[in-house]
């Protein structure tokens, strides 16, 4: 079973093993740093890929040490260059190749001693199966596959923050179940907003506008969500006012909890009027999903109907993305997923 990964500045897609998971999160890398994939569990060594302009640095010498020949950009099934390198501590294999103007470099990298075992024998051959299914993306398509893929993210992101609630709810922690549930039911209507626009626009184009933010954009807020939500008649005037309301409790818990009479059980109160509130909202959504497969436009414009049951594959990829959120070792180790 696989799984597709995208490179962040939109270069390259290749599948990789549902096992595996993307650890530049966990180890705080730099977005020059290549993409690095491991085992989640009882790693033996890590697949890394690069992707960087053809006369960057050391690789004009590359390329012409290993008489690379420039490959067509858009197709599958590259032919690689594979090289060996044997270390004291580390073992490495190489592959190469040219799509256009764009320099690949793959790496399975994994310690020397344990070269001889079935297990890395099994990793480096998922290694080689990955590279069949690299590709360079064309230019004229990066956006479109880019926004897919930040869709892809929010959601994952969504089902991580589910996941956190799940744990708090277990632990009773009615703070964080406040911050969680207003989270979510702002995410909500973000995501019906985009239903909506697809809809009215009779188009599968992602706005991203609402569903991502860089450290140096101008924040849409969640009262500007509830007000957008209102004009484009996602909600009624009533649910608008009633979201307000909930908000400003929300800012009561989380800034004065300290400086004010507010009572913990009071908090309580807040999580159950929010947990009203999201199925309220959870039922908007659930109209807009059937809305798109019904009419097939969209996001769920597809042949299977949104509130059909996941299989299995998919589980665990939702789980695995679920963990490259929290990328964290110790708060992976307790998954709730239903």
């Not at 509130?277 to 597809?302: A, C, D, L, N, P």
């Amino acid at each position: 079973m696989t799984k597709k990964f995208i490179d962040p500045k939109g270069d390259y897609i290749f599948f990789i093993p549902t096992e595996w998971g993307y650890r530049n999160g966990m180890y705080d890398a730099k977005e020059a740093d290549p993409d690095s994939f491991e085992l989640y569990e009882n790693s033996v060594g890590c697949f890394q890929i690069s992707c960087n302009p053809k006369t960057k640095g050391e690789i004009p010498k590359l390329i012409e040490n290993n008489k690379l020949k420039a490959q067509e950009v858009g197709k599958i099934n590259l032919e690689f260059i594979e090289k060996y390198v044997s270390a004291e501590k580390f073992d490495m294999y190489l592959w190469f190749a040219v799509v256009n103007d764009k320099f690949i470099m793959c790496k399975y990298i994994y310690d020397s001693d344990k070269k001889e075992s079935k297990k890395i024998k099994e990793e480096i051959e998922k290694a080689k199966n990955c590279l069949k299914t690299i590709m360079v993306i064309e230019e004229e398509h990066k956006t479109e596959i880019l926004a897919f893929e930040r869709f892809t993210k929010f959601m994952n992101s969504l089902v991580a923050s589910v996941d956190l609630k799940n744990r708090a709810y277990k632990n009773g922690s009615s703070i964080e179940l406040v911050v969680l549930l207003a989270n979510q039911i702002d995410a909500l209507l973000r995501l019906t907003l985009i239903l909506k626009k697809q809809l009215d626009n009779s188009t599968d184009e992602i706005d991203t506008t609402l569903i991502f933010q860089k450290e140096t954009d101008r924040p849409i807020m969640e009262k500007k969500v509830y007000k957008m939500a209102l004009d484009e008649g996602l909600i009624t005037q009533s649910l608008h006012d009633e979201l307000f309301e909930l908000y400003n409790q929300r800012n009561k818990v989380i800034h004065r909890y300290i400086i004010t009479d507010l009572l913990t059980k009071d908090v309580m109160k807040v999580v159950y009027d929010y947990a009203v509130m999201e199925e309220k909202v959870g039922g908007i959504v659930r109209k807009y999903e059937q809305k798109q497969f019904q009419q097939k436009i969209g996001i769920y414009g597809t042949d299977t109907s949104p509130d059909h049951p996941i299989d299995e594959e998919t589980k665990k990829k939702v789980i695995g993305a679920i963990k490259e959120k929290h990328a964290d070792y110790r708060i992976n180790k307790d998954i709730t997923f239903e």
